[in-house]
Nanobody
C-alpha cells in the first residue's frame, strides 16, 4: 500500500516562503514521476511542478522562477520550495506520484494573505 504524507502548508504573507514536503511510504519504482498539484476554491486541480527520477523538472508558467521542486530518492520524498508567494497561490496543494498507478496525498492548505 503506497501512502503519501504531506506537510509544510500554512498561512504566509505575500512575498513570503513556504516549503512543502511529501514522504512516500510503501513500494514505488525508481522510474516514478513525483509532483505537486493545487486546487483553489471553484477551480480545477492544476499541475504546479513535476520531477522525474532523473531530475528533469517541469513547471507551470505562473510559478517559474519562484517555485523549486526537488526529490530525495533515498528517502522517497519530494519537496516544493515556494518563494515570493502571491495571494493567487492560495490553494490546497496535493502531492502526486505516477508509478504503475497514480497516487495522491490528502492535501495541505497554503494561504497567502496579509
Amino acid at each position: 500500500q503506497v501512502q503519501l504524507a504531506e506537510s509544510g502548508g500554512g498561512l504566509v504573507q505575500p512575498g513570503g516562503s513556504l516549503r512543502l514536503s511529501c514522504a512516500v511510504s510503501g513500494r514505488i519504482f525508481g522510474f516514478s514521476v513525483m509532483g505537486w498539484y493545487r486546487q483553489a476554491p471553484g477551480k480545477q486541480r492544476e499541475l504546479v511542478a513535476q520531477i522525474t527520477s532523473g531530475g528533469r523538472t517541469n513547471y507551470q508558467d505562473s510559478v517559474k522562477g519562484r517555485f523549486t521542486i526537488s526529490r530525495d530518492n533515498d528517502k522517497n520524498t519530494v519537496y516544493l520550495q515556494m518563494n515570493s508567494l502571491k495571494p493567487e497561490d492560495t490553494a490546497v496543494y496535493y502531492c502526486n506520484v505516477k508509478d504503475l498507478s497514480d497516487y495522491w496525498g490528502q492535501g495541505t492548505q497554503v494561504t497567502v494573505s496579509s
